[in-house]
């Protein structure tokens, strides 16, 4: 477990903020319509997994959407860390 905690702790840094930079652009900063499409695009698996799920109830579905969006981004922040590390010739981070 000591081996994979850069990994691990990347892969959260990175869906924590790459969630965060979605919310500001969609709802805060209220981007151009281009920029909103591309991060609806960008979250499309978790939108469909959420929109056509027939087991949850309506009031869950922006719950299911969130920890899907963030497991999607834990996922790809994980891979990248494993490239970061394999690209710079470690095999444990320090």
Same mark, same amino acid.
């Given at each position: !477990?000591?081996?994979?905690?850069?990994?691990?702790?990347?892969?959260?840094?990175?869906?924590? @903020? #790459? !969630?965060?930079?979605?919310?500001?652009? $969609?709802?805060?900063?209220?981007?151009?319509?281009?920029? %909103?499409? @591309?991060?609806?695009?960008?979250?499309?698996?978790?939108?469909?997994?959420?929109?056509?799920? %027939?087991?949850?109830?309506?009031?869950?579905? @922006?719950?299911? $959407?969130? $920890?899907?969006?963030?497991? %999607?981004?834990?996922?790809? @922040?994980? #891979?990248?860390?494993? $490239?970061?590390?394999?690209?710079?010739?470690?095999?444990?981070?320090?």
């Amino acid at each position: !477990m000591k081996k994979y905690r850069f990994h691990f702790i990347f892969a959260a840094c990175f869906a924590v @903020g #790459v !969630m965060l930079l979605c919310w500001l652009l $969609l709802f805060v900063l209220r981007a151009p319509e281009v920029v %909103q499409s @591309g991060v609806t695009y960008a979250n499309i698996v978790p939108v469909y997994l959420s929109a056509y799920s %027939q087991i949850i109830s309506v009031s869950l579905r @922006g719950w299911v $959407l969130l $920890l899907v969006a963030l497991f %999607q981004w834990f996922a790809i @922040g994980f #891979v990248l860390s494993l $490239l970061f590390t394999r690209f710079r010739g470690h095999d444990v981070a320090a």
